[in-house]
């Protein structure tokens, strides 16, 4: 019996590429649950790598599979032919996805693998970066570096299954090559002789979340376009019916991605490879933190906007710390405005070239920066209510920049962005440059040190 594609997805009101890609996506739980069945390890590097290739054809066609293919080579061949700068090497040569980006497909509804290709990206990159890694030395290297670093070249097919296990090149989340070795080969946190913890009431968890976000997102979106953006009418609203109409096309957005990382949560859970230890209750209970990509009531309620890397799209946010962030400061130095700027500027790159991209993580280096100038007035202070004022100021502050940056993001045009910006007068670009002006004049007052911890240092 063949499926009414058409009738199927008007009755949701998407695309039927779309939908098409909704059907693959939900399927690779399925196809997660019997990942759990397949043997350790060369079987599972192959069902890996065919179930991903299969669903890839099914979403997005031959075409954009072969476009897969040349980044996963890209990633790749490097390693084989040059291993001391394969990772450097790889980093520049894999960022050149950006040229398939289609942002436009995404903001009018429709679907590519562009967004695969964003994850397959991340994990070629980190792959050949910790592979480079295993020719230094123990003091050359930092933790994260030390817990990844790959001292053996990953055969093909091992990396062909890292590369498309269980769905996750569809939209993350993104994971290390060290930790899917030992959890196809049953080491570590996956041995054999550990006992493995139950995942369904996790995926449950997941599963009714990912519901309740898809409903919320289709009854939001049709009472928000973006399009209002760009109509007259809309210049004639005042400034607050503006900025709130603002917060809530960026409030309504998320809740498609909170519904695409509750699937994928559920998919990395449900093959057992999301399990990521126990926790230090009695009785202890299993920790699922490498699929978990957003915390939804993080995002919504950040007391600071340094709180939302933590939280929102975590996996990709721990990838940046791990391979620009820290990797972009000098031994025994301080990271400081550089390289967040840095940071946010190889996140813009890596989501495509588009000008409402690069505008909006400049701006969240801007968020960032202001929000931590107010934490640290707020830590300075004695009084508890002053404090507390501080906590509000700077949770009203990231609720503001947050969603006025985030019309750059949803809209991606030059001239649509700064006529949403120019409509409420700047308020959240000329807000934190004040804020960070102000921190460099008014210096929060240190705290007196106990006379012990004086003596001691």
Not at 193 to 222: H, T
Not at 352 to 357: Q, S
Not at 372 to 383: F, M, N, P, T
Not at 393 to 422: I, K, W
Request: aromatic fraction near 14%.
């Amino acid at each position: 019996m063949e499926l009414d594609m058409p009738a199927m997805a008007a009755t949701l009101g998407v695309s039927v590429p779309v939908l098409r890609f909704l059907l693959c996506f939900v399927a690779t739980i399925p196809t997660s649950l019997l990942c759990r069945i397949v043997p350790n390890p060369l079987p599972k590097h192959i069902y890996s790598a065919f179930t991903g290739i299969v669903l890839c054809y099914l979403s997005f066609g031959a075409t954009w599979n072969i476009h897969l293919l040349v980044s996963m080579l890209i990633g790749y061949i490097p390693m084989l032919v040059y291993r001391p700068k394969c990772g450097i090497v790889v980093f520049f040569a894999a960022m050149g996805h950006i040229y398939y980006m289609s942002g436009d497909a995404w903001k009018e509804g429709g679907i590519d693998a562009s967004g695969a290709m964003m994850v397959l990206t991340l994990k070629v990159i980190s792959c050949a970066m910790n592979y480079q890694d295993g020719l230094l030395k123990d003091e050359d290297l930092r933790e994260s570096q030390k817990k990844y670093r790959l001292t053996k070249m990953p055969s093909l097919i091992e990396y062909t299954g890292y590369c498309l296990c269980c769905g996750s090149h569809f939209a993350g989340p993104v994971y290390e090559m060290k930790d899917y070795l030992d959890w196809t080969e049953g080491k570590g946190l996956w041995s054999q002789a550990e006992k493995q913890p139950s995942p369904f009431g996790a995926v449950a968890r997941a599963l009714l979340q990912s519901g309740i976000c898809m409903a919320l997102y289709l009854n939001l979106v049709p009472h928000f376009p973006l399009s209002t953006f760009s109509d007259p009418s809309y210049l004639k609203w005042g400034f607050w019916k503006k900025l709130g109409y603002q917060y809530m096309c960026g409030f309504t957005a998320r809740w498609k991605y909170y519904f695409i990382w509750s699937i994928s949560e559920a998919s990395i859970i449900i093959s057992g490879f999301g399990f990521s230890g126990w926790t230090n209750t009695s009785p202890p209970k299993p920790k699922w933190d490498r699929a978990i990509n957003v915390d939804i009531l993080g995002v919504e309620f950040a007391k600071s906007a340094v709180q939302i890397p933590l939280v929102w799209n975590i996996q990709v946010s721990t990838w940046l710390r791990y391979y620009v962030y820290e990797r972009l400061v000098k031994k025994g130095k301080k990271p400081g405005f550089f390289q967040l700027l840095a940071t946010q500027t190889v996140s813009a790159v890596w989501h495509g070239v588009y000008p409402g991209y690069i505008i909006f993580f400049v701006q969240s280096a801007l968020m960032i920066a202001g929000s931590r100038v107010i934490y640290r007035w707020q830590q300075s202070l004695s009084s508890n209510a002053f404090r507390k004022m501080l906590t509000f100021m700077n949770f009203a502050y990231t609720l503001l920049v947050l969603n006025y940056s985030a019309v750059g993001f949803m809209v991606l045009s030059l001239h649509e962005t700064l006529t949403a910006y120019r409509s409420v007068h700047y308020v959240g670009t000329i807000l934190p440059i004040v804020v960070i002006f102000l921190g460099s004049v008014i210096k929060p007052v240190r705290a007196p040190r106990p006379a012990a911890q004086k003596k001691e240092q």
